[in-house]
Nanobody, 111 residues
Framework: QVQLVESGGGLVQPGGSLRLSCAASGSIFSFYDMAWYRQVSGNQRELVAYITSGGSPTYTDSVKGRFTVSRDNVKRTVDLQMSSLKPEDTAVYYC?????WGRGTQVTVSS
């Protein structure tokens, strides 16, 4: 069974950058497609970025050109590099594989 732990959230000004990391343990990491979701309180969880086991990324339209998802199958991590951040990117960001979720990390974009 996979366990996921996110890190790297925080407070950043509009236009700034943050890098989120998701550390996975407990299973054969390289076999799995991975995803980052985000959720604003009261709203549904939204898919932000997805990366296949082979490293092919997909992004939701609102983050294309600003966010980059990557994975390191040796370190068993999936990272989300976020640039040109906007206030509407404020949310709790979750790492996901299949039906397994991390606890999330808060990202707040505010001046």
């Amino acid at each position: 069974q996979v366990q996921l732990v996110e890190s790297g959230g925080g407070l950043v000004q509009p236009g700034g950058s943050l890098r989120l990391s998701c550390a996975a343990s407990g299973s054969i990491f390289s076999f799995y497609d991975m995803a980052w979701y985000r959720q604003v309180s009261g709203n549904q969880r939204e898919l932000v970025a997805y990366i296949t086991s082979g490293g092919s990324p997909t992004y939701t339209d609102s983050v294309k050109g600003r966010f980059t998802v990557s994975r390191d199958n040796v370190k068993r991590t999936v990272d989300l590099q976020m640039s040109s951040l906007k206030p509407e990117d404020t949310a709790v960001y979750y790492c996901n594989v299949g039906t397994t979720w991390g606890r999330g990390t808060q990202v707040t974009v505010s001046s």
